[in-house]
């Protein structure tokens, strides 16, 4: 493996060659040793176990099936945002540790923002293809994104930001609050980066959504399905 990947890093794409792809979790800790900014969360296997962790981040929080066989989570209903309080933990908790190969439930904070999707597939003669898109659940039906071979320099990434159809929305249309232009900047080049790394170990990346608000950009789910 590249010298560019940490110990712990290494170890994470180890432990996930059974399953063929790194699960949330690991996959939000892995980002976030390369700088890339993830919501607060942690996990829990058992009902109060849930409660204790949504206490600890603060209600809302949002709430996840962690499964080896659950590539879709939209697809199982297997995320719940929005949890106010113990009672209704335990109520999702209960509902999703019934869906196929449950091992585990992630506990996380809100994150707000324009949805956004980063991604990079591995092109077996170029290597890393990285993608800026319109995110969330209807990826499919906007078809708006750009496509730069990495490693992206700060040029590629603006020109990227301003090829996007809905580009205006990124700079506050209509009174909104533009997102934060140089923190999605930053993302796009550190995600770049990693993609350089880890292109001999993964087949593609998916950070989607990525919520940009005024403040930050923030990978709110993401998976990595290894080569």
């Known amino acids: 493996m590249p010298a560019m990947l940490s110990g712990e890093m290494i170890e994470v794409l180890r432990a996930s060659r059974l399953a063929g792809w790194v699960l949330e979790p690991e996959a939000k800790r892995l980002l976030s040793l390369r700088g890339l900014r993830v919501p607060r969360f942690q996990t829990a296997t058992e009902e109060e176990d849930?409660?204790?962790?949504?206490?600890?981040?603060?209600?809302?929080?949002?709430?996840?099936?962690?499964?080896?066989?659950?590539?879709?989570?939209?697809?199982?209903?297997?995320?719940?945002?929005?949890?106010?309080?113990?009672?209704?933990?335990?109520?999702?908790?209960?509902?999703?540790?019934?869906?196929?190969?449950?091992?585990?439930?992630?506990?996380?904070?809100?994150?707000?923002?324009?949805?956004?999707?980063?991604?990079?597939?591995?092109?077996?003669q170029f290597g890393p293809v990285i993608l800026l898109g319109m995110g969330g659940t209807g990826v499919e039906i906007y078809k708006d994104a750009t496509l730069r071979m990495a490693p992206l320099k700060e040029a590629d990434a603006a020109s990227m930001i301003r090829g996007l159809k809905a580009h205006a929305l990124l700079q506050g249309y209509r009174g909104a609050e533009p997102v934060n232009l140089p923190d999605l900047t930053r993302l796009l080049l550190a995600f770049s980066e990693l993609a350089m790394d880890l292109q001999d170990e993964v087949e593609s990346i998916d950070l989607n959504p990525v919520k940009c608000s005024a403040d930050q950009c923030i990978v709110a789910d993401a998976r990595i399905m290894l080569a």
Do not use: C, N
């Open 50 to 124: 849930a409660v204790r962790r949504a206490r600890e981040i603060g209600y809302p929080v949002v709430a996840k099936a962690v499964s080896p066989t659950i590539i879709h989570k939209s697809e199982y209903g297997a995320v719940v945002v929005g949890i106010a309080g113990d009672e209704e933990i335990r109520s999702v908790f209960h509902r999703l540790r019934k869906l196929p190969g449950f091992d585990r439930l992630l506990v996380e904070e809100m994150v707000s923002g324009l949805e956004l999707i980063v991604g990079a597939k591995i092109d077996y």
